[in-house]
């Protein structure tokens, strides 16, 4: 029934009278002060609350990676693929992070107490069908070998 008031009229004019002609009861309606539209965020919109704030998800997950000396990196592809997948999961911005946890799991166990310096996340990452690109630091045996060779 909403989606009959929806297609009759533009989602900015619903009003009380709609809200009980769909099945609320009047008095829980009374008790709103507001009546307020909401429209689904688009894939940019996503990208970026992933993104742009000043505490933003991505933020955090860099900083966790640089507390063990390694820098996280996305690609633009992966950032679009997280934002599709939570629009595909009809999660929108509350379903990002969980998103960006079963990306990153793995990640986030391997990286600690390795030679990684850094960890690029790519679409086909996100999307489970590579596994991340890994930037390790030189080897350290082989340049202890190389400074007793020289000695």
């Known amino acids: 029934m909403l989606e009959a008031v929806v297609s009759t009229q533009s989602t900015g004019e619903i009003d009380a009278e709609d809200l009980v002609n769909y099945g609320i009861i009047p008095e ?7 009546c307020v539209s909401l429209m689904s965020l688009d894939r940019d919109a996503l990208v970026t609350i992933l993104t742009q704030p000043k505490n933003s998800i991505v933020a955090q997950y860099k900083y966790m990676l640089t ?7 996305f690609t633009d592809d992966a950032l679009d693929a997280i934002a599709e997948m939570a629009i595909k999961k ?30 690029t996340i790519t679409r086909e990452v996100v999307e489970k069908q590579s596994e991340p690109h890994y930037k390790r630091k030189e080897n350290v045996q082989s340049e202890k070998k190389a400074a007793a060779v020289t000695v």
């Open 67 to 73: 507390l063990d000396n390694s820098d996280l990196v």
């Open 28 to 34: 829980f309606v009374g008790r709103m002060p507001l």
């Open 90 to 119: 009809r999660t929108g911005a509350r379903g990002l992070r969980s998103i960006l946890e079963n990306v990153l799991m793995d990640i986030m166990y391997e990286v600690p107490g390795s030679d990684i310096t850094q960890v």
